[in-house]
């Protein structure tokens, strides 16, 4: 799978399980740490665990395996580390307070990403 690939993938999970405000950018001329970031926003700790649930089961099923990830206990802010990307998954206080989409989106970083307009009942 390629990592732009994994991106979409990623952020197509989150949109699957009503992930809000989902941003995908390609920030390799940006950064050494990684080549995507997908950020998104859940109303809830619960949420937010799910979304990361989500995105873990539907990466593992095209073999991409999350190598860190930071934050399941507490489910303000997780970070799910995929190597060459990056996902950033937000409570709404704590996306609103970080920003990050602010500090890495460029005029032309943006990747467009295409959801299904069917979503399931989220967990």
Same mark, same amino acid.
């Given at each position: 799978?390629?990592?732009?690939?994994?991106?979409?993938?990623?952020?197509? @999970?989150?949109? @699957?399980?009503?992930?809000?405000?989902?941003?995908?950018?390609?920030?390799? *001329?940006?950064?050494?740490?990684? *080549?995507?970031?997908?950020?998104?926003?859940?109303?809830? @700790?619960? &949420?937010?665990?799910?979304?990361?649930?989500?995105?873990?089961?539907?990466?593992?099923? &095209?073999?991409? %395996?999350?190598?860190?990830?930071?934050?399941?206990?507490?489910?303000?802010?997780?970070?799910?580390?995929?190597? *060459?990307?990056?996902?950033?998954? %937000?409570?709404?206080? $704590?996306?609103?307070?970080?920003?990050?989409?602010?500090?890495?989106?460029?005029?032309?970083?943006?990747? $467009?990403?295409? %959801?299904?307009?069917?979503? $399931?009942?989220?967990?």
């Amino acid at each position: 799978m390629k990592i732009d690939e994994i991106a979409v993938t990623a952020a197509k @999970a989150l949109d @699957a399980k009503r992930g809000k405000d989902i941003v995908v950018l390609h920030v390799e *001329d940006m950064t050494v740490i990684t *080549d995507y970031m997908v950020i998104a926003t859940g109303h809830s @700790a619960i &949420q937010v665990k799910s979304l990361a649930e989500n995105v873990e089961e539907e990466l593992a099923k &095209q073999d991409v %395996f999350v190598r860190r990830k930071e934050g399941m206990s507490e489910g303000r802010w997780i970070v799910l580390d995929y190597g *060459d990307v990056m996902v950033h998954i %937000f409570g709404e206080k $704590e996306r609103e307070y970080y920003r990050l989409e602010h500090l890495w989106a460029t005029e032309d970083n943006r990747v $467009e990403v295409e %959801f299904d307009d069917e979503k $399931e009942t989220e967990a």
